[in-house]
């Protein structure tokens, strides 16, 4: 599968239901390890956040967004991209933009996100540590992680 064509814009309150779509879908293909429960209030929790969010969002030809994230400072806060765009450059895209601005970038992943360490260690991401519970308090263990 080939790379999209993608250019980079930030979100605005109209952009709220497609964001919606990108986190369903990409939590539905990475996060199966979420409990029922924690998955219906963590949606809550987005759904609440995501329409006044600074978020940078990857866009393709076709102004369809592809993915998004929320960078505050040298932290990238998140980074979801659509089930149907991965490997296709979108993450890639986002966190390079990241990077150009904030070398040192640091970021957490759920540690049973295998595919999301992965893919931070491939771009040179490397841990600096680890917690139990992630940043609402719930047994879902991070790893920190720092570009070098």
Not at 61 to 75: N, S
């Amino acid at each position: 599968m080939s790379d999209l064509t993608l250019h980079l814009r930030q979100a605005t309150p109209a952009d709220a239901d497609r964001l919606m779509d990108i986190w369903r879908s990409s939590v539905d293909a990475t996060h199966d390890f979420l409990h029922p429960d924690d998955r219906v209030a963590i949606e809550a929790e987005v759904h609440a956040f995501l329409p006044q969010a600074p978020l940078w969002l990857a866009v393709d030809a076709h102004h369809t967004v592809q993915g998004f994230m929320l960078l505050e400072g040298d932290k990238l806060e998140a980074l979801f991209v659509s089930a149907q765009a991965r490997g296709r450059g979108v993450g890639k895209k986002l966190v390079m933009f990241a990077l150009a601005t904030q070398p040192h970038l640091a970021t957490d992943v759920n540690a049973q996100n295998t595919q999301a360490l992965g893919f931070y260690q491939h771009l040179g991401f490397r841990e600096t540590g680890r917690s139990a519970l992630d940043g609402q308090g719930r047994p879902y263990p991070l790893v920190h992680l720092q570009h070098a």
